[in-house]
């Protein structure tokens, strides 16, 4: 089992890199992995327990950056207002 959770522990390092949140983080595990979410979800908070400043400041910062949705949108934005 130990093993089992350190892979997983792996893998959620992984999600971080890609800037993922606990619930993409949980999707992409059952999805590509096949490990259930409720796995995923018991690591993570494991891990935001032993480590709450970092993930208190991956948290803000993932605030802080826009969502591919939101990017999309201020490019729409943005080439609508611009005449050619």
């Known amino acids: ?11 959620i390092e992984e999600c971080i890199v ?3 949140g606990k619930e993409e983080c949980m999707d992409a595990l059952f999805k590509h992995a096949n490990i259930k979410p409720i796995i995923t ?3 993570w908070k494991e891990l935001a ?9 991956y948290e803000r910062r993932r605030e802080e950056i826009p969502t ?15 005449t050619i």
């Open 68 to 82: 591919e949705k939101e990017t999309a949108r201020r490019i729409r934005d943005l080439l609508s207002r611009t």
């Open 1 to 11: 089992m130990c093993i089992y959770w350190l892979q997983v522990h792996h893998l």
């Open 18 to 20: 890609f800037n993922m």
């Open 49 to 57: 327990k032993e480590n709450k400043e970092f993930f208190e400041a």
């Open 41 to 43: 979800s018991t690591v």
